[in-house]
């Protein structure tokens, strides 16, 4: 069975907020660092009552530091720290102890050296049936490889001495995981994880601020974990992190998204494993998304209005009408828009607590009902509402940021739901269509919860991240991060806000959690659409002559392609060659927006060149 563990170091709070949010989250047990439990106003006894009254185990008390190498008479007091670590570690109740590779400026090297000092460690723990695990840091003076840490262990060759393997060790120092398939799985006493975003910088700065959850990251920590399991190691697994944003987090989210990270982590280790010993929490693989089915608006009437006029002015008709209820839809192409006034349900809420404003998005997956299995495997929470006489059960979760999310599939025949919830108003007319389909959802968060709807995507579709890209606001940096499917069927980019100066931290910071803050539709030809739409009543957002200067001067534009970019405010971007066209909308409401690209075969991105002049633009009108 899967055992998963969290040092009380990775998340934020007080040693009780922590062990509160650890057992909510449902962890099996903690690692007890050392300063949580110093800082703790109780003696150990109390502290492992209080572990053990939350159902959950103490696994590890870290870390012993400093402790092997060490000439006369720095030797003899560290065997005396040892004694008094585990006295401690009898009243917490626990029997295993991390002990990490010296950087003691004493410390001498030598594999026997370390051997003989942990082996004398080993009797004195065996007195008190107590364990010890010896860790390679990376930055170790002598010891900064997991092999080198075996070799010691290995000579010691004593049954209370072990080896603990760390992913962020390892894979931090680009050593390939695959020398730990060798070592004895009863040799390993402990497994910790971390992942961390590829930076160069000093490895323990990196190490102390930077580390996230598995799969958060870019290091390969599935791959670490498949040589960890290949040993036969079947004991805990436990997130070991450090990061600045985590400290200052919420505890529950934190610990959540850390389990969340695990029971993904151990389902990507066995998809293609021979078996192993720690069973993973079973789950369907992750859901391919085949494209956006509908994207729902909560509004009153008066905005609803308002809301149709926009639409009808990029094309869309409003096509259906529900059979039950204040919900109507418009169509262009492949999209549908769902506006919602209903007086009551998730949409009203959603419309109470935050505005007019998209509160639920229905994604065409593989297979809808395997999507929601997943889900709830992963601890994301199912929403649920009555369902009305004739309507269909649609499978929907409760997404990050307050918003819901249904799965649609031809599979079980939930794409049936326009006929049969709904009566059809009137057809789209065919010569009306300029827009397609959707080419990216853009949501808006606070930078801090960047790494949670990172996961949160990841975890349960199978989509793939892009590096961030920093956006440069007048108001401040907003970072952004594309998830896109692998056959680019669904794009989505988060735009983590630093500071609510910038257009995108306003938007978050206008309403509680976090929101669609704008929806691309792809056209075939965005001049054919500009000039159609502009016949409709579109109004575009205004770029300034400076932009259209520079644009033809970097990318060689004709006099007259120039003037026909600029005629309709459309944006420019190249890369390799290839062309991607922008058109802006005005803001509507607080800050949202909607936009219309083409994409020329193989331009992959997504204007980030351009999202300076676009936010400035939009800042022209709100302020
Ligand atoms: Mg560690
Ligand atoms: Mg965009």
Redesign the pocket.
């Given at each position: 069975m899967l055992k998963t563990g969290i040092a009380t170091v990775s998340i934020s709070g007080d040693l009780i907020e922590k062990l509160d949010a650890i057992e909510a989250a449902g962890f099996d047990g903690v690692e007890i660092f050392e300063q949580d439990f110093i800082a703790f106003d109780g003696k150990p006894r109390e502290v492992g009552q209080m572990v053990r009254d939350r159902g959950l185990e103490i696994m590890l008390f870290q870390p012993f530091r400093d402790f092997e190498g060490l000439p006369e008479p720095d030797r003899t007091r560290a065997f005396d720290r040892a004694e008094r670590k585990f006295d401690v570690m009898e009243e917490l109740g626990t029997d295993l102890v991390l002990i990490c590779s010296s950087v003691h400026p004493k410390a001498l090297g030598g594999v026997d050296r370390a051997a003989d000092d942990l082996c004398e460690l080993g009797d004195r723990a065996a007195k008190r049936n107590l364990r010890v695990g010896y860790e390679a840091l990376a930055w170790g003076t002598h010891v900064d490889d997991h092999r080198d840490a075996w070799e010691i262990v290995r000579r010691a060759d004593h049954q209370n001495i072990g080896l603990i393997v760390d992913s962020f060790h390892t894979l931090g120092r680009k050593l390939s995981p695959e020398s730990i398939r060798a070592i004895p799985g009863d040799k390993i006493f402990f497994v910790q994880l971390a992942d961390a975003p590829l930076i160069e910088m000093d490895l323990l700065y990196w190490s102390r601020h930077f580390r996230n959850m598995p799969g958060e990251g870019d290091l390969d920590v599935t791959a670490f974990m498949k040589a960890v399991v290949a040993t036969g190691y079947d004991g805990p697994i436990s997130l070991e992190i450090f990061n600045d944003q985590f400290r200052g987090g919420s505890p529950r989210k934190i610990a959540a998204d850390g389990q969340r990270s695990l029971l993904a982590l151990m389902d990507d280790v066995a998809r293609d494993a021979p078996p192993f010993a720690i069973t993973p929490t079973p789950m369907p693989s992750r859901a391919s998304i085949e494209g956006v089915a509908f994207i729902e608006f909560a509004a009153d009437e008066a905005e609803a209005e308002r809301l149709c006029i926009l639409l009808a002015s990029m094309g869309f008709a409003h096509t259906r009408q529900h059979i039950n209820k204040a919900v109507s839809v418009w169509e262009q192409g492949e999209i549908r828009i769902v506006i919602n006034i209903e007086r009551e349900g998730f949409a009203h809420s959603a419309y109470l607590s935050r505005g007019t404003g998209v509160c639920d998005v229905g994604l065409m997956v593989d297979d809808a009902h395997a999507c929601a299995q997943r889900a709830g495997a992963l601890n994301i929470a199912h929403f649920r509402q009555p369902i009305g006489q004739g309507e269909l059960n649609l499978p929907a979760i409760q997404a990050v940021g307050g918003g819901v999310m249904h799965f649609l599939d031809r599979k079980s025949g939930l794409d049936r739901v326009w006929e049969v919830e709904f009566e059809q108003v009137s057809a789209v007319p065919n010569n009306q269509t300029v827009l397609t389909k959707v080419d990216?959802i853009?949501q808006s968060m606070d930078y801090e919860e960047m790494l949670s709807w990172s996961l949160f995507y990841t975890s349960l579709f199978d989509l793939a991240k892009r590096p961030i890209v920093d956006v440069i606001d007048p108001g401040g940096i907003v970072r952004s991060q594309v998830i896109e499917a692998p056959d680019r069927a669904m794009r989505f980019?988060l735009n983590g806000a630093e500071t609510d100066r910038t257009i995108a931290g306003r938007f978050v910071a206008g309403r509680l959690g976090s929101a669609v803050q704008?929806i691309?539709f792809a056209t075939d030809d965005i001049f054919e659409a500009a000039t159609r739409l502009a016949d409709l009543g579109f109004e575009s957002l205004p770029i300034p002559t400076n932009y259209y200067d520079d644009a033809a001067a970097r990318l060689g534009l004709s006099d007259a392609e120039r003037a026909s970019l600029e005629a309709h405010d459309i944006l420019v971007d190249e890369e390799d060659g290839q062309r991607f066209y922008q058109l802006y909308s005005r803001p509507y409401g607080d800050g949202f927006f909607f936009?219309i690209v083409q994409r020329t075969k193989g331009y992959q991105g997504?204007g980030a060149a351009n999202a300076a002049y676009r936010t400035a633009a939009l800042r022209r009108l709100l302020n």
């Open positions: 990216h853009a980019t704008h691309a936009e997504y």
